[in-house]
């Protein structure tokens, strides 16, 4: 991989996605030129629904990064570009197809209508965040799927939780319900998969729970938002600075994401 590539990539992350640069930064070196590819492509992702208010140029965009999945994935000539070309020496075909998965999903970012129901909201959970996870999990080393997805599903309802407020800036409906009890009750559920996750935590190699440790806020976020749901609405799901930076710290020494 091109240094070039690699600082490009960890520019993108740190710019759009801080605390997952945070995390980065904490694993092992061997990781980071792995995992800045992985997650500046989920980062361009993620963003390009949100670029114009133009809905066919955003599903262009999408389909563009659809169109150089399939390059990686058919293992011929991949398009030059500072993250697709790092991207594709990191993941394989199959991974390929799983972070295609991704891009279909964030199609709803491009449009005003709510979840269909309870089902719709919980898939679009396990492929933007699920897969995500899971190739960036199994591409540093062994990984348990089931382990990863219950782990990931927690992080990404407690990331889900915090854009709330700018969603619904946005005028997106983001909950099938957005009730207090009904926010509480997803925290909770999300806390239970999380206590799973962490109660098969030998089923992830250590190399690559090393990608899990961008969920180290996780548990502290989804208690808020059990506790007091009323937060979620007010943007108020923070942790202070010193308790953020000591966990990671912690979570990286000691392995326990």
């Known amino acids: ?26 694993a092992k070196p061997s990781a980071r030129e792995v995992l800045f590819p992985i997650f500046a492509f989920n ?9 114009t208010q133009e ?33 594709s020496e990191m993941i394989t075909a199959e991974e390929a197809r799983l972070l295609d998965a991704v891009v279909v999903a964030r199609r709803w970012d ?61 005028g997106r409906v983001p909950l099938v319900d957005g009730r207090p009890e009904a926010v509480s009750a997803l925290a909770k559920g999300a806390l239970v998969r999380l206590k799973s996750a962490r109660a098969q935590r030998g089923r992830v190699s250590r190399m690559a729970g090393q990608a899990l440790l961008s969920g180290w806020q996780t548990a502290a976020v989804l208690k808020q938002a059990a506790a007091a749901p009323e937060r979620v609405a007010r943007g108020e799901l923070a942790i ?14 000691t392995g326990r994401w």
């Open 110 to 170: 491009i449009y005003r209508d709510p979840f269909e129901d309870a089902a719709h909201f919980e898939a679009f959970i396990d492929q933007t965040s699920g897969n995500l996870l899971l190739v960036a999990a199994r591409a540093l080393g062994e990984a348990d799927e089931g382990v990863v997805r219950d782990f990931a599903y927690a992080s990404g309802i407690a990331n889900w939780l915090r854009a709330i407020p700018e969603l619904e800036a946005r």
């Open 55 to 87: 809905t066919m140029i955003a599903e262009m965009r999408l389909q563009w990064w659809r169109d150089a999945l399939d390059e990686i994935a058919e293992g011929g000539a991949v398009r030059r570009h500072e993250v697709v070309t790092p991207l």
């Open 240 to 253: 202070s600075e010193f308790a953020r930076k000591s966990s990671l710290m912690r979570r990286a020494l």
């Open 1 to 26: 991989m091109k240094e070039e590539d690699l600082n490009a990539c960890a520019e993108i992350v740190h710019r759009g996605d801080p605390d997952r640069f945070l995390a980065v930064m904490a």
């Open 43 to 51: 980062v361009e992702v993620a963003r390009a629904p949100w670029v």
